[in-house]
């Protein structure tokens, strides 16, 4: 296999409720290559946006990584002390949000904000850095550099707003780039102009991009491959086109399923019965079991490990029942 | 065809928006010129990007807020310039379901005083009577009687929605106006209140105006879609029609935007330049035409007459056979 | 295929059950008891008001009783907190005088909230003229400072304890009105109030059944922090001479009558000074627990 950009091994993460420590993310792992884009989906609350701020270090304080590693470039991220993880975060791995209204300061003239992440990393003069942002600006599509910098954030729409984070995100050319629900709160069609030039980042500089996102329709337009998370746990992992031709764990059917496809024509969708269980009362067993139709007494007793379906190992799946039938449904 | 439940005719609004204490006030165009009709036991969505005018036209149909001047009918009857004392008798036949399953139930009453309050306000049921309905509906929407000592904390979101659309349920409306019920929720169990939805039409005859931003849901639940684009509706056409043949060029961008979930699946997308226009400075003619592939000067100046090009199928557009 | 689908999903949800959640009052009380300085505070106005109720019937002494053989004497075994220059015993005059200053304040403070609550909604949920009106007044009544207006109030309608309550009452007022205004104005763009409306509920059953529980919160908190101050101005009152008759124990006349022996019987103003400053101390710190507790935010 290709050298990898990102490594995450066996990542743990819990936070404290209530005086008790529940578990958010366990036993997580999954690597990301240069100028690849790996989609992380599941469903609110199923620990995807805990694992991308565990991998920026930029977890609440009532959080801890209580296991793993997380190896960027062979580096473990975890064991860099503040410093050294503020040296990293926008040099090396940048990171995107899902509400770009909120994400920027709006007390403050674009030109500040992007300028400071610039000069934060690089020995540039002010000149030098309005030049670069001038530059990231324009990189990013948007039509007037010069406008937008002297502008505040609410004079920019929605999707300018999202434009001018990225901007700030690229302008050190991280090789990682986070974007955690990147274009939820967007229209469609200016989802789709995000989405280009997100692919066309990756394609210029080639960034390695961690996508999360619960959307699979963005998952199948601009993913590689996909890890499925459900609480806390992969549950499992594959390129695209076989995630979405032969889901091999029955909560990614389910959830394949009870998406309504655009011009399919149906008029009923099949569904998963229930809801995600709480974090902090987690069935015993396989987590999804409660949930699952095809559930079998093991289900409940025994929770299944992740592991590898096919030869070349780039299919993984945690279920029972794969090992008995080798395919349901 | 049968006479239209609900018909909205050259519906209006326009909001103030604050400017400074100096300039001058703007006026936001949010709802400009529909006309729409919605036959018993259809249901017909409202499609468009944030911003379109597609919240307000449902809170106007409500009569949550007063259009400037247009029509709605409703059973034959003009409801728009109703008194809210006169309305309260109608709001019975109309109910609404709204889109923040967290905020639109009071957190400081049990779920099946939520429930109950419609037949409160509506009909002289006692407080016994009252309650046997309220489990009757719980059930209903699946969920079960025990649940309504409950408060409204204690519910997820999708279980929140069901509630919602029980409360909705109580009076027997004729039409349920349901404000993005499903955006806020996650995709399983959006797929759970859709079917829920569905049943509930076809055991209680039910007529939805749907009002949604996702086509690929619209398109699952409705029979036909209105298209809406900066306060107006620019297509409106049976689902399979607008599908298959979409004929404005921002329906077909819209469209084409979709991402689906399957990678196999090539499509050309037509990517839109530039951003929404602001609403309180619409662009003069055709309202699409700062973002249109196809604009010419006419479209910058005339604003487009609704041409019907097939049965049910209107197009807002000066050159609908560009498109074809 | 389909159908049978959908109906499978409906019955399967029913069959779901909830997580076991805490009843909201419970869960109040487990956080309400963290806050230390807040739940001592309670014990310590809970104490005050008792002696409000059985002072009379406990205190050692008779707070009326002059004993002339013992005059303005400082603490001792016998007289814990000292006597004043009639040989009264302080101490039991201190805690029969909890229920005059104690009645005092805290019927100022209802009365002047139920008015400040109820203009308040009306001006929050109406707006308009009639928001203006009430808020200009209200503005009017905030420019004098709390005790001036108090004195000014009991100048005109002249002195005495009833009046006082009055006083105190006027200015609690626009404190409650402003506050309460704000908290409905929050709590009306809730979308459950729009909700409500669109479900046909008239404007008196939006005001009282779904937006005046939504601002109960920041009134409990007010109410808290007004009392303090209400003991603070009732005192005030009678210490320059506008209170009850000076022959009944009260905080504030205490005060008045022992400044005149701040140099022979320091005690006299001490123990007075020490108990009101507490009372109030205490009513704050409620308050401020309150609001912490009550605030979702502030978890």
């Given at each position: 296999?290709?050298?990898?950009?990102?490594?995450?091994?066996?990542?743990?993460t819990?936070f404290?409720?209530?005086?008790?420590?529940?578990?958010?993310?366990?036993n997580?792992?999954?690597?990301?290559?240069?100028?690849?884009?790996?989609?992380?989906?599941g469903?609110s609350?199923?620990g995807?946006?805990?694992?991308?701020?565990?991998?920026?270090?930029?977890?609440?304080?009532?959080?801890?990584?209580?296991?793993?590693?997380?190896?960027?470039?062979?580096?473990d991220?975890l064991?860099?002390?503040?410093?050294?993880?503020?040296?990293?975060?926008?040099?090396?791995?940048?990171?995107?949000?899902?509400?770009?209204?909120?994400?920027?300061?709006?007390?403050?003239?674009?030109?500040?904000?992007?300028?400071?992440?610039i000069?934060l990393?690089?020995?540039f003069?002010?000149?030098?850095?309005?030049?670069?942002?001038?530059?990231?600006?324009?990189?990013?599509g948007?039509?007037?550099?010069?406008?937008?910098?002297?502008?505040?954030?609410?004079?920019?729409?929605g999707?300018?707003?999202?434009r001018?984070?990225?901007?700030?995100?690229?302008?050190?050319?991280p090789?990682?780039?986070?974007?955690?629900?990147?274009?939820?709160?967007?229209?469609?069609?200016?989802?789709?102009q995000i989405?280009e030039?997100?692919?066309?980042?990756?394609?210029?500089k080639n960034?390695?991009?961690?996508?999360?996102?619960?959307?699979l329709?963005v998952v199948?337009?601009?993913?590689?491959?996909v890890?499925?998370?459900?609480?806390?746990?992969?549950?499992?992992?594959?390129?695209?086109?076989?995630?979405?031709?032969?889901?091999?764990?029955?909560?990614?059917?389910?959830?394949?399923?009870?998406?309504?496809?655009?011009?399919?024509?149906?008029?009923?969708?099949?569904?998963?019965?229930?809801?995600?269980?709480?974090l902090?009362?987690?069935p015993?067993?396989?987590?999804?079991?409660?949930?699952?139709?095809?559930?079998?007494?093991?289900?409940?007793q025994?929770?299944?490990?992740?592991?590898?379906i096919?030869?070349?190992?780039?299919?993984?799946?945690r279920?029972?029942?794969?090992?008995?039938?080798?395919?349901?449904? | 065809?049968?006479?239209?439940?609900?018909?909205?005719k050259?519906?209006?609004?326009?909001?103030?928006?604050?400017?400074?204490?100096?300039?001058k006030?703007?006026?936001?165009?949010?709802?400009?010129?529909?006309?729409?009709?919605?036959?018993?036991?259809?249901?017909?969505?409202?499609?468009g990007?944030?911003?379109?005018?597609?919240?307000?036209?449902g809170k106007?149909?409500?009569?949550?807020?007063?259009?400037?001047?247009?029509?709605i009918?409703f059973?034959?009857k003009?409801?728009?310039?109703?008194?809210?004392?006169?309305?309260?008798?109608?709001?019975?036949?109309?109910?609404?379901?709204?889109?923040?399953?967290?905020?639109?139930?009071n957190?400081?009453?049990?779920?099946?005083d939520?429930?109950?309050?419609?037949?409160?306000?509506?009909?002289?049921?006692?407080?016994?009577?009252?309650?046997?309905?309220?489990?009757?509906?719980?059930?209903?929407?699946?969920?079960?009687?025990?649940h309504?000592?409950?408060y409204?904390?204690?519910?997820?979101?999708?279980?929140?929605?069901?509630i919602?659309?029980?409360?909705?349920?109580?009076?027997?409306?004729?039409?349920?106006?349901?404000?993005?019920?499903?955006?806020?929720l996650?995709?399983?169990?959006?797929?759970?209140?859709?079917n829920?939805?569905?049943?509930?039409?076809?055991?209680?005859?039910?007529?939805?105006?749907?009002?949604s931003?996702?086509?690929s849901?619209?398109?699952?639940?409705?029979?036909r879609?209105?298209?809406?684009?900066?306060?107006?509706?620019?297509?409106?056409?049976?689902?399979?029609?607008?599908?298959?043949?979409?004929?404005?060029?921002?329906?077909?961008?819209?469209?084409?935007?979709?991402?689906?979930?399957?990678?196999?699946l090539?499509?050309?997308?037509?990517?839109?330049?530039?951003?929404?226009?602001?609403p309180?400075?619409?662009?003069?003619?055709?309202?699409?035409?700062?973002?249109?592939?196809?604009?010419?000067?006419?479209?910058?100046?005339?604003v487009?007459?609704?041409v019907?090009?097939?049965?049910?199928?209107?197009?807002?557009?000066h050159?609908?056979?560009?498109?074809? | 295929?389909?159908?049978?689908?959908?109906?499978?999903?409906?019955?399967?949800?029913?069959?779901?059950?909830?997580?076991?959640a805490?009843?909201?009052?419970?869960?109040?009380?487990?956080?309400?008891?963290?806050?230390?300085?807040?739940?001592?505070?309670?014990?310590?106005?809970?104490?005050?008001?008792?002696?409000?109720?059985?002072?009379p019937?406990?205190?050692p002494?008779?707070?009326?009783?002059?004993?002339?053989?013992?005059?303005?004497?400082?603490?001792?075994?016998?007289?814990?907190?000292g006597?004043?220059?009639y040989?009264?015993?302080?101490?039991?005059?201190?805690?029969?005088?909890?229920?005059?200053s104690?009645?005092?304040a805290?019927?100022?403070?209802?009365?002047?909230?139920?008015?400040?609550v109820?203009?308040?909604l009306?001006?929050?949920?109406?707006?308009g003229?009639?928001?203006?009106?009430i808020?200009r007044?209200?503005?009017?009544?905030?420019?004098?400072?709390?005790?001036?207006?108090?004195?000014?109030?009991?100048?005109?309608?002249?002195?005495?304890?009833?009046?006082?309550?009055?006083?105190?009452?006027?200015?609690?007022?626009?404190?409650?009105?402003?506050?309460?205004?704000?908290?409905?104005i929050?709590?009306?763009?809730?979308?459950?109030?729009?909700?409500?409306?669109?479900?046909?509920?008239?404007?008196?059953?939006i005001?009282?059944v779904?937006?005046?529980?939504?601002?109960?919160?920041?009134?409990?908190?007010?109410?808290?922090?007004?009392?303090?101050?209400a003991?603070?101005?009732?005192?005030?009152?009678s210490?320059?001479?506008?209170?009850?008759?000076?022959?009944?124990?009260?905080w504030?006349?205490m005060?008045?009558?022992g400044?005149?022996?701040?140099?022979?019987a320091?005690?006299?103003v001490?123990f007075?000074?020490?108990?009101?400053?507490?009372?109030v101390?205490?009513?704050?710190?409620?308050g401020d627990?309150?609001?912490?507790?009550?605030?979702?935010?502030?978890?």
């Amino acid at each position: 296999m290709a050298e990898k950009l990102l490594e995450v091994k066996n990542l743990r993460t819990e936070f404290k409720r209530d005086k008790t420590w529940v578990t958010a993310v366990n036993n997580v792992s999954f690597s990301i290559q240069p100028g690849e884009i790996l989609g992380l989906v599941g469903e609110s609350g199923c620990g995807k946006s805990v694992t991308s701020l565990s991998v920026m270090g930029l977890l609440a304080r009532n959080s801890k990584i209580s296991n793993g590693e997380i190896l960027l470039n062979g580096k473990d991220l975890l064991k860099e002390d503040k410093k050294g993880m503020r040296k990293i975060r926008g040099r090396e791995v940048a990171m995107i949000f899902q509400e770009p209204m909120n994400s920027l300061n709006p007390c403050m003239r674009i030109e500040k904000q992007l300028t400071e992440a610039i000069l934060l990393h690089n020995n540039f003069s002010k000149e030098e850095a309005h030049n670069r942002a001038f530059e990231v600006l324009k990189s990013v599509g948007i039509p007037e550099p010069d406008m937008t910098l002297k502008s505040y954030p609410h004079q920019l729409s929605g999707g300018m707003c999202q434009r001018v984070m990225i901007a700030m995100a690229m302008s050190c050319e991280p090789e990682l780039l986070i974007a955690d629900e990147p274009t939820t709160a967007l229209d469609v069609t200016i989802q789709a102009q995000i989405l280009e030039l997100m692919e066309e980042i990756r394609a210029k500089k080639n960034t390695g991009i961690l996508m999360i996102t619960h959307d699979l329709g963005v998952v199948a337009e601009m993913c590689s491959r996909v890890v499925v998370m459900y609480a806390g746990r992969i549950v499992e992992e594959a390129p695209v086109h076989d995630l979405f031709a032969d889901p091999k764990h029955p909560y990614t059917q389910g959830l394949i399923g009870s998406v309504p496809k655009l011009g399919s024509g149906v008029e009923s969708l099949p569904s998963i019965p229930g809801s995600v269980p709480d974090l902090s009362v987690m069935p015993k067993g396989c987590k999804f079991a409660p949930r699952c139709k095809y559930a079998t007494d093991i289900c409940h007793q025994q929770e299944p490990e992740l592991v590898s379906i096919n030869e070349a190992g780039t299919r993984k799946c945690r279920c029972h029942l794969l090992n008995k039938s080798g395919k349901e449904a | 065809m049968s006479e239209p439940l609900l018909s909205v005719k050259n519906m209006k609004k326009t909001f103030q928006a604050n400017g400074g204490m100096f300039s001058k006030k703007k006026l936001v165009h949010a709802v400009n010129d529909v006309s729409f009709d919605i036959y018993p036991g259809e249901t017909f969505s409202l499609v468009g990007e944030s911003g379109c005018g597609k919240s307000t036209t449902g809170k106007l149909i409500d009569h949550l807020i007063i259009p400037d001047s247009g029509e709605i009918w409703f059973e034959g009857k003009e409801i728009s310039k109703l008194t809210e004392k006169e309305m309260r008798s109608l709001r019975s036949d109309i109910q609404m379901v709204f889109q923040d399953p967290y905020g639109s139930l009071n957190p400081r009453m049990k779920v099946q005083d939520l429930i109950g309050e419609p037949l409160l306000i509506h009909t002289n049921m006692s407080a016994g009577e009252r309650l046997k309905k309220v489990h009757e509906l719980l059930g209903t929407v699946g969920l079960s009687p025990s649940h309504g000592e409950r408060y409204p904390h204690e519910f997820s979101g999708g279980q929140r929605q069901r509630i919602g659309i029980a409360r909705a349920l109580t009076v027997q409306p004729k039409l349920i106006i349901a404000d993005e019920p499903v955006s806020a929720l996650d995709v399983s169990i959006q797929a759970q209140v859709l079917n829920l939805l569905q049943q509930l039409q076809k055991d209680f005859n039910l007529t939805y105006l749907f009002i949604s931003h996702d086509l690929s849901v619209v398109e699952m639940i409705s029979d036909r879609i209105g298209v809406m684009y900066l306060g107006t509706i620019v297509e409106t056409a049976p689902k399979k029609e607008l599908y298959a043949n979409p004929r404005h060029p921002y329906t077909r961008a819209l469209l084409s935007a979709v991402p689906i979930p399957d990678p196999d699946l090539t499509k050309e997308r037509i990517t839109l330049k530039g951003d929404l226009p602001s609403p309180s400075n619409p662009p003069s003619g055709c309202l699409f035409h700062t973002r249109c592939p196809h604009c010419t000067e006419k479209c910058k100046t005339q604003v487009p007459t609704p041409v019907e090009i097939a049965p049910g199928h209107i197009v807002k557009c000066h050159y609908p056979e560009l498109t074809e | 295929m389909a159908d049978k689908n959908t109906t499978s999903t409906i019955n399967l949800a029913a069959a779901e059950e909830l997580p076991k959640a805490q009843s909201k009052f419970k869960e109040f009380v487990k956080k309400f008891m963290k806050r230390k300085t807040a739940v001592i505070s309670l014990a310590f106005i809970v104490f005050i008001i008792l002696m409000a109720i059985i002072g009379p019937y406990v205190v050692p002494y008779d707070p009326q009783a002059p004993d002339y053989t013992a005059m303005m004497q400082g603490p001792s075994a016998a007289h814990i907190w000292g006597t004043n220059e009639y040989g009264q015993d302080v101490f039991s005059r201190l805690m029969v005088g909890t229920r005059l200053s104690l009645t005092c304040a805290l019927t100022a403070t209802i009365i002047g909230t139920a008015l400040g609550v109820i203009l308040g909604l009306i001006a929050g949920f109406y707006g308009g003229i009639i928001d203006s009106l009430i808020m200009r007044c209200c503005d009017v009544l905030f420019a004098f400072p709390d005790i001036l207006l108090a004195i000014a109030v009991v100048a005109i309608i002249g002195q005495g304890m009833v009046n006082v309550m009055i006083a105190v009452a006027v200015f609690t007022v626009p404190s409650f009105a402003r506050i309460i205004r704000s908290a409905t104005i929050s709590v009306k763009q809730a979308p459950y109030v729009e909700v409500a409306r669109s479900l046909g509920c008239s404007n008196m059953r939006i005001l009282f059944v779904h937006i005046f529980p939504g601002t109960i919160q920041s009134m409990i908190v007010n109410f808290t922090m007004r009392v303090g101050t209400a003991i603070l101005a009732a005192s005030s009152l009678s210490f320059l001479g506008f209170g009850a008759n000076v022959t009944e124990p009260d905080w504030g006349s205490m005060l008045s009558t022992g400044r005149n022996y701040l140099n022979t019987a320091p005690h006299m103003v001490l123990f007075p000074g020490i108990l009101i400053f507490l009372t109030v101390l205490a009513f704050n710190l409620l308050g401020d627990g309150l609001r912490d507790t009550l605030d979702p935010k502030m978890n």
